[in-house]
């Protein structure tokens, strides 16, 4: 039992008041993130516009080609699911943003895949490098996702080797697109365990966002940062939302193309000759018929 329950007991007792523990309400935990605590390698910013209830983010893992590299290695069966793990556990944190996986690149929000990162530091067995990058258009709303393909990876880079490297690389990539950057590792601080800080993943011990993490994010979007809201079912409610509204808009964009009006296109045009007499007319049309008195050359 926590601290704060048993003195509320204490005191309803000095008071003659006997109560079940179930009755007792514990204050709330709502802090207030100060970003820079974190020593972020710049100010944090909420990325994507929210004109809507809940902003659908739509993702797609089946792109050939994210600028300036081609997709060099498709995801596995088993990576496309701890893909979905990871955008899960950004869209049950927050209520005002939801993703939706759909199948179509060109017409998604943000695509993600593994390219060889020619923009990128390529690691070696003694020096650091770059895991995956990420790109943000504010104008177009739309972002991407780079990571590194496995043929360029070290042996000592394990990360995307297990379900939870895997996740918490992509979280980590994910929540610099949706605008918290990473930690400069510099000035961060040692004890501060958290998703933004690439060297703290093995640390993390977790594939759930925790709730420091999830406060910094959903602060960031002008949400609440109260320790109610990450319960495992306030998370597990505020998914199930997420995949009502990702499925609304899907039915809304397929009733939206077919209800267009096509252009009928028109059939070929074909041409007779007409005499009367010594008169001579063309006539062109879809089924052309020679006027009255004229008769077909």
Same mark, same amino acid.
């Given at each position: 039992?926590?601290?704060?329950?048993?003195?509320?007991?204490?005191?309803?007792?000095?008071?003659?008041?006997?109560?079940?523990? %179930?009755?007792?309400?514990?204050?709330?935990?709502?802090?207030?993130?100060?970003?820079?605590?974190?020593?972020?390698?710049?100010?944090?910013?909420?990325?994507?516009?929210? *004109?809507?209830?809940?902003?659908?983010?739509?993702? %797609?893992?089946?792109?050939?080609?994210?600028?300036?590299?081609?997709? *060099? !290695?498709?995801?596995?069966?088993?990576?496309?699911?701890?893909?979905?793990?990871?955008?899960?556990?950004?869209?049950?944190?927050?209520?005002?943003?939801?993703? @939706?996986?759909? !199948?179509?690149?060109? =017409?998604?929000?943000?695509?993600?895949?593994?390219?060889?990162?020619?923009?990128?530091?390529?690691?070696?067995?003694?020096?650091?490098? #770059?895991?995956?990058?990420?790109?943000?258009?504010?104008?177009?709303?739309?972002?991407?996702?780079?990571?590194?393909?496995?043929?360029?990876?070290?042996?000592?880079?394990?990360?995307?080797?297990?379900?939870?490297?895997?996740?918490?690389? /992509?979280?980590?990539?994910?929540?610099?697109?949706?605008?918290?950057?990473?930690?400069?590792?510099?000035?961060? @601080?040692?004890?501060?365990? #958290?998703?933004? $800080?690439?060297?703290?993943?093995?640390?993390?011990?977790?594939?759930?966002?925790? $709730?420091?993490? +999830?406060?910094?994010?959903?602060? &960031?979007?002008?949400?609440?940062?109260? %320790?109610?809201?990450?319960?495992?079912?306030?998370?597990?409610?505020?998914?199930?939302?997420?995949?009502? +509204?990702?499925?609304?808009?899907? !039915?809304?964009?397929? =009733?939206? #193309?077919? *209800?267009?009006? /096509?252009?009928?296109?028109?059939?070929?045009?074909? *041409?007779?000759?007409?005499?009367?007499?010594? !008169?001579?007319?063309?006539?062109?049309? &879809?089924?052309?018929?020679?006027?009255?008195?004229?008769?077909?050359?």
């Amino acid at each position: 039992m926590k601290l704060s329950r048993l003195v509320a007991f204490a005191l309803l007792g000095l008071l003659g008041i006997v109560v079940a523990p %179930s009755q007792v309400v514990v204050a709330d935990n709502c802090p207030v993130i100060n970003y820079s605590s974190f020593g972020f390698e710049k100010t944090p910013a909420a990325n994507w516009k929210n *004109s809507e209830p809940v902003r659908v983010i739509t993702w %797609s893992s089946n792109e050939t080609f994210i600028y300036p590299d081609p997709v *060099s !290695t498709q995801f596995s069966s088993t990576e496309q699911a701890w893909l979905q793990e990871a955008f899960d556990s950004y869209g049950e944190i927050l209520d005002s943003v939801a993703f @939706q996986k759909i !199948t179509t690149p060109s =017409t998604a929000n943000i695509v993600i895949g593994y390219t060889l990162l020619s923009k990128g530091v390529i690691p070696t067995e003694t020096t650091g490098g #770059t895991f995956g990058l990420w790109m943000f258009n504010p104008g177009l709303q739309t972002g991407a996702i780079q990571l590194l393909d496995a043929k360029l990876r070290p042996k000592n880079l394990t990360l995307f080797d297990t379900h939870d490297t895997f996740i918490h690389a /992509v979280q980590n990539e994910l929540g610099n697109l949706l605008g918290v950057p990473d930690v400069d590792r510099k000035v961060a @601080q040692k004890a501060l365990v #958290t998703i933004y $800080d690439t060297g703290k993943f093995n640390a993390y011990g977790q594939v759930k966002i925790n $709730d420091y993490d +999830a406060a910094t994010m959903r602060q &960031l979007y002008g949400e609440s940062t109260c %320790s109610s809201l990450y319960t495992v079912e306030a998370r597990a409610a505020n998914l199930a939302a997420d995949k009502i +509204a990702g499925e609304k808009l899907l !039915t809304a964009r397929a =009733t939206s #193309t077919t *209800s267009t009006t /096509v252009a009928v296109v028109p059939g070929k045009k074909t *041409s007779v000759t007409c005499v009367k007499g010594k !008169t001579v007319k063309k006539v062109t049309a &879809l089924k052309p018929v020679c006027p009255a008195g004229y008769k077909k050359k």
